[in-house]
């Protein structure tokens, strides 16, 4: 059997058009999967990034909360003591 160059030459280049598609393709699915790996990534970063701040706000606020409560206590506690000890002084009399 005799082959021509021009059968070569078609042979060849069907060969290598067939090569860099695949090599395409490959570098399409190496981008893509990449791309969604970094921008998964980014939303749980993100996400746990605001969980994070949202946990350090309620704690926070819950200890705020918790020393407003432990001064109006402390302030009650005074003004009965105060109460307690001048009608005791004006019931003494």
């Known amino acids: 059997m005799v082959v021509s160059n021009s059968e070569v030459v078609v042979v060849v280049v069907v060969v290598v058009v067939l090569v860099l598609v695949l090599v395409l393709v490959v570098v399409l699915v190496v981008v893509v999967v990449l791309v969604v790996v970094v921008v998964l990534g980014v939303v749980i970063t993100v996400v746990v990034v ?13 200890v705020e909360v918790a020393v407003l409560i432990v001064i109006v206590v402390v302030v009650v506690v005074v003004v009965v003591v105060v109460v307690v000890v001048i009608y005791n002084s004006d019931t003494e009399k």
């Not at 605001?50 to 819950?62: E, F, G, H, K, L």
């Open 50 to 62: 605001v969980a994070v701040q949202v946990v350090v706000m309620v704690v926070i606020v819950a």
